[in-house]
Structure formats: C-alpha cells, structure tokens
C-alpha cells in the first residue's frame, strides 16, 4: 500500500510539472529531460512513471476531463431550476480552471496533439462532457421559451458558451478581475441574457 501511494505521489509530481512546461514551451519544445531538471528528479525515475511524453499528455488530459465530468455531476446533482444548473456548471469549470490554470491552456492548445489511441479515449470524455453543458443548456433554453430548440440552435448555444469558458484563462487576472465566484456571475449573465432570447 505504501508502495502504491509513494507511485501516486511522484506521478502527480511528474504531472504537474509536466503542465507547466508544456503550457509555457508548448508540447513539441517539451521533453522527458526537461522535466527531470524541472523536478530535479533523475531522468530515469520518468520512465519508471511514464513510457514517453505522449503518455504523459494523455494522462494530464485524461485526468482533466474525468475530473470536470465529476464536478459537474456533483454540481448539478441537487439541482432542477435551469439558470441556478447553468450556473452550477458554469462555476465548477471556472473553480477548476482557476486551479489549473496550465491544464486549460493545454486542453486548448494541444488537443490535436496526441497519437490516435490515446486521442480516441480523450475524445469520448470530451464528448461526454459537452454533452452535459449542452443539456442544461437545452433546459434553459426550454425553460425561457417554452418549447424545444431545434438541436443545431442548442450546438451553437453551447458552443458559444464553451468558448467562454475555456478563454478565461487567456486574459484572467486576479488583480483586476476578481474571483473565481465574480466571474462565474458575469459569465452567467452574459449566457442567461443570451439564452432567454427568441429562438422560436
């Protein structure tokens, strides 16, 4: 057991730092000894951990979507009003985000990156996440006008608001713009003001 947590622990470490360099070098200028001087580890407990760096970005990726499925399961879980789900969605992806600010950066930019085995699996967790926001955007827009949206209209919606979300890390500062709870509100009223309009 023992054994098993020390292996979790220096993956972690691996994981992290991995982040970090990929977000500020991009994956292509990364390498497994970049990430051994990162960590000061040896370059051979890497391979202990992680077969090459493609495996590596699977696993951040792979970790990512798995724990944004999660989050926005238990955010929506005790929930029925449409707007207060938007924004239980809204605020468990900008409350990771702001964690990991790397991930997203990485999530955006390098999302094409991996081989195809591996690109197929992540593909599938962010199929399932979309479709999460995507229905509780279908909710909202039902809700507010009364009827179903035509599911290329209920896409678009979502997709706008996905690009909201996952641009934040390009221009949030702490500094100017707030917290993680003042940008969840005006990202929520600017989705909600969207929303209730006429897509008859």
């Known amino acids: 057991m023992a054994h098993t947590t020390r292996h979790e622990k220096v993956r972690a470490e691996i994981l992290q730092a991995a982040a970090k360099v990929i977000a500020r070098h991009g ?15 040896g370059l051979a407990t890497y391979y202990n951990y992680f077969a090459c760096k ?14 944004l499925i999660r989050a926005a399961g238990k ?5 029925d009003e449409p707007a207060e789900r938007l924004h239980g969605f809204i605020s468990s992806h900008i409350r990771y985000f702001m964690a ?7 999530l955006v930019h390098e999302s094409s990156t991996l081989p195809p085995k591996w690109r197929k699996e ?13 229905d509780v955007v279908r909710q909202v827009l039902k809700h507010y006008n009364g009827a179903e949206a035509e ?28 917290t993680s ?12 003001v969207g929303l209730k309009g006429d897509y008859k």
Do not use: C
């Not at 493609?54 to 724990?67: D, G, I, P, S």
């Not at 955010?75 to 929930?79: G, P, T, W």
């Not at 608001?161 to 500062?173: A, K, Q």
């Open 151 to 178: 599911e290329p209209e209920i896409e678009r919606a979502a997709y706008s608001i996905f690009g909201m979300l996952n641009w934040v890390y390009g221009w949030y500062d702490p500094s100017r713009h707030g």
């Open 54 to 67: 493609e495996e590596v970005l699977f696993e951040l990726q792979r970790q990512a979507f798995t724990t």
């Open 100 to 106: 990991h600010p790397d991930i997203m950066q990485i």
């Open 75 to 79: 955010a929506l879980a005790s929930v």
């Open 122 to 134: 992540i593909r599938v967790l962010k199929e399932q996440y979309f479709r999460i926001g995507r």
């Open 181 to 192: 709870e003042d940008v969840t509100r005006t990202i929520h009223r600017v989705s909600l």
């Open 27 to 41: 994956f292509h200028g990364m390498s497994m000894r970049k990430l051994a001087r990162a960590t000061k580890k």
